[in-house]
């Protein structure tokens, strides 16, 4: 089974819109913790956000949320205000177990091509 | 945060021969890692190299295909050996540090081989 399921391979919104990119993810341990990156077509990958399956609030970080409801499994990225800078891929990873070692390798999902248009 | 310089940042080569890619972070980190991304597809793990010992592969890549080092805590190369143009991919090198649960990423090296 997958492990991060991104379903949306490609979105088209316009310039100023909120978007949502939708992740749902599959584990069985408790300690995990999700993450949202960002390419854009130079190849490099720029972490976003970052949420972990213990806390208690959704992360926040500028124009970036993570929508992150448990009992389904799913971890969504809004983007606020959406910029034409904001387009490029978008992938929802995950690291199980969590820890502040840094230790533990990522799981990607697909990822979703954001374009914005004018 | 750590900062990881990749090089080179793109190749061209020809089918049959090897291209070490060298991932240098600027501090020193515990594991780190090699992903490949395949034209138009996600980010999949080759290994994760570990100083002072053999480099841990997944399911699907060989060491004699990659071979890895990892000589100090902050440095590690990847080889692709004996290329096809099924490796025309981008490789990216990662680590994590101590205090930081994000992965950091190296700007990746986009290889085609011809």
């Known amino acids: 089974a997958q492990k991060i399921t991104q379903t949306q391979p490609g979105m088209f919104v316009q310039e100023k819109e909120a978007v949502t990119l939708d992740c749902t993810y599959d584990?069985?341990?408790?300690?995990?913790?999700l993450f949202w990156y960002k390419q854009p077509s130079s190849g490099e990958m720029i972490f976003l956000i970052y949420?972990?399956?213990?806390?208690?609030q959704n992360a926040t970080e500028g124009r970036y949320s993570l929508n992150f409801q448990k009992a389904r499994k799913s971890a969504n990225l809004v983007i606020s205000a959406s910029q034409l800078g904001d387009s490029a891929m978008y992938f929802c990873a995950m690291r199980e177990p969590i820890s502040n070692f840094g230790n533990e390798k990522l799981t990607f999902g697909t990822g979703t091509r954001l374009t914005i248009i004018p | 945060s750590a900062v990881i310089s990749q090089k080179p940042s793109r190749d061209i080569c020809q089918r049959g021969t090897s291209l070490t890619i060298q991932c240098q972070v600027d501090s020193q980190v515990t594991m780190m890692f090699w992903y490949r991304q395949q034209p138009g597809q996600s980010l999949t793990l080759i290994a994760t190299a570990n100083q002072g010992s053999e480099a841990t592969y997944e399911s699907g890549f060989v060491i004699d295909k990659f071979p890895i080092s990892r000589p100090n805590l902050t440095f590690s190369t990847l080889t692709v050996s004996n290329m096809s143009p099924e490796d025309s991919s981008i490789y990216l090198c990662?680590?994590?540090?101590?205090?930081?649960?994000?992965?950091?990423f190296g700007q990746g090296t986009r290889l085609t081989v011809v």
């Open positions: 990662s680590a994590g540090t101590l205090g930081h649960t994000e992965a950091f």
């Open positions: 949420q972990g399956s213990y806390d208690q």
């Open positions: 584990t069985s341990d408790p300690s995990y913790g």
